[in-house]
């Protein structure tokens, strides 16, 4: 009902799509639906009674049937009363009836005899071609037919004959099974041969023995249809166990003889050849995989399963062709298989398995069904019980909970033992065939976690390579905090009592920084190779993590080059607190800071090239700075003209340093600003304002203090001077609108 109104209401929002509609449509929409309903209910009125016609004629059917039935009966038992009042009518009829019998009863002792007289010598018969086919199964089976059908028939001669003696002298009864043993006796070893050759089915077609599994079914075919017969004249017995009953006297007795039963013993051939399969496929999983259970090698284990599809395809192309299609011989090997496969993986998960083989289950399950679908046809709905009974999460969860204790031993050793090495310093860090240095543990952390994604990878499941990756992700995060912090530590102990700390820390912060941009570098190649295996519903998430990793490594990487900028300038920042006051009239300082700066850079040339570079960068920006910010010393003077030729000096010197690391119309950019503020400083008093707009213009974020400031120290304005100045620019700095998109320069770097 809920369907039929969800329909009828998204059929209505089609017709009905505007409010006009209501008085347009409802019109012909009513007739037309008026018309249709009609229809289907002449429809449903023609199939009622469509139906209502044949339930009659189905019950009058019934009711003739009843009555031919009990006609048929009320003929039956007037033939049995005309039977029984035959007998009066003969005379003698009860001495003619025992005569009859004594002779019939003469005629089979007579045959019972020559069956007698001849039993051994058949057996003889039969053993010496039975046996040479025992001996060997590979041999050709054609006379086992043969074989089975005089058996059969010596079967039949002694089930009958020990009916037949059924209530014997006991003398009688052992004489007859003395008599029958060596039938007993080819009878078993007949039916051991028999499912020898069943459990041995793949290896006859193997063998190119086909047709012995053919001699096989038909033998199997021949036994049920005897033992159909048997069940038939038992069912009939049973059914007549009331009619023997109210017959007791003894003609009734010799009539009903017939519906006694059939002395045959069932044999159930059938069933018992299914038994048979299902051990020999028992013994063949016992046979592949006993080897690798021995000594618990669970992954050898699964490595082993590819007889499993092998065989089956075996089965399928030889052996089915050879059974008739009641048999259902491919679906009933195709679940005995799978029902071993399913007992093999919960005995495996019943184990303490480790991240390597619980991850082989994992692809081993998928790849079971992959290969089952595509090589046989079998699809996961027709395999029954589910592998692993669908517990294929928590076996993940194991295996993460596996991963995440690895992850974290291992990377605790290897963290404790890095930083170990690099608080002590008692070694100098490893130096690489260019040069530079390094700590093996980037090496090393990346073959960890290399290793774990390879092997998850391995898996084939998507989104267990993202839960690896996930994981790995946590590790790298908590290794590049865990460096930031240490960085940041003996950083602050370098700087505030180099005496103190051993000897070493650039050399280990370049090591840092070098190691950083190498595990950035395999973070990117990890990116690039397995975010196209995860699902695509995980992708987006891996590659954010991956990517936050190489950001990572990237940051920590600056924190280092950081960390060498300011040990650099820790040594030759009292030089700065001295530039232009009467030291540096006195003597040059710059000459010293360039120095400083070469003995460093030569100890950074063990770093990588492009961290090499932006650290230079880093050195002439700081440089620029701390020389811009010493202009505003508290004992800072400009002396003019003087103080012009040794800005110049100073920026001579500095730039010819410079340049050997850095391309010269890049530098010239950056020693812009000097020469600007070089230019503000000499500009005379009618100049000065075009002079300032020069430097607003390329410095848009210049502070009007930095300007009062320095124009405030030269000895060549006073007080009144400056202050008509001052006012000028700051009109000018009033008119000046900067782009609302100027990028921000050295000045907005410089703390005031």
Known sequence: MEDARETAVSKLAEILKHPDDLNTKIGPLVRKLTKEKATIDAQLNTGVQTQLDNVQQGLETLDISIQSNERVKENMQRIDALCGDT???????????????????????????????????????????????????????????????????????????MHQARDPPHDVLITLKTQFRRVDVLSDDFTQHLWHLARNMLALVDEGCG??????VKIIECEERADEKALAARRAQASHQDLQQRNEDSVQQQKWRLAEGNPRTIKSYRVEFFEQVHQSIVERFEQELAPYKEVDDWVGTLDATDFIFNDLELVFDQIVPKFPKKYKIFPHFVLEYHRHTYEMLNQMVDQELDAGSILRLLRFVRD???????????????????????????LVDEYLKLVRTKLAEWTSNLMSSESRDFVKRENPPEESTDGQFGMAGAVDMFQIINQQIDVAADANQGM????????????????QTFWKKLLTTELRKQLDQPDETPEGFVEYVMALANDQVKCADFADGLLARIVPMVESRYKVQAEEKLSTAVEGYIHVATAAREALLDVTFNDI????????????YEQPLIPSVIETLKDYCHDFMHLNQQLFHKLLNDILDRFLILYL????????????????????????ISFNFFAKHIPVEELEDHFDVIEKVHTLLESNRRMIFVDYYSLRQAYPDIPLAFVEDILGKRDDLDKSALKDIMEGIKAKAREYEPQADTPPTIFSRIKW
């Open 573 to 584: 920042r009292p030089v700065f607190d001295d530039l232009f006051t009467t030291r540096w």
């Open 464 to 479: 267990l390579l993202y839960l690896v990756v996930s994981e790995c992700s946590k590790v790298i995060k908590d290794s």
């Open 368 to 394: 079971y069904y992959a290969t089952m679908s595509t090589r046989l046809g079998v699809t996961e709905e027709l395999l029954e019980p589910q592998l692993l009974d669908g517990q294929e999460q928590s």
């Open 87 to 161: 007998r009066h009518l003969i005379k003698d009829f009860g001495r003619i009836s025992q005569l009859s019998q004594l002779h019939k009863n003469f005629v089979a002792t007579q045959e019972k005899v020559k069956s007698f007289q001849v039993l051994y010598q058949r057996l003889d018969s039969l053993e010496s071609m039975f046996r040479p086919l025992q001996a060997d199964i590979f041999e050709p089976q054609s006379d086992l037919l043969h074989v089975h059908y005089n058996l059969f028939k010596l079967e039949e001669f002694r089930d009958q004959t």
């Open 629 to 652: 910010q010493s202009m505003r010393n508290r004992k800072a003077t400009f002396k003019m003209e003087v103080c012009l030729d040794k800005i110049q000096n100073d920026v001579r």
């Open 211 to 216: 047709p012995t599994i053919v001699i096989m």
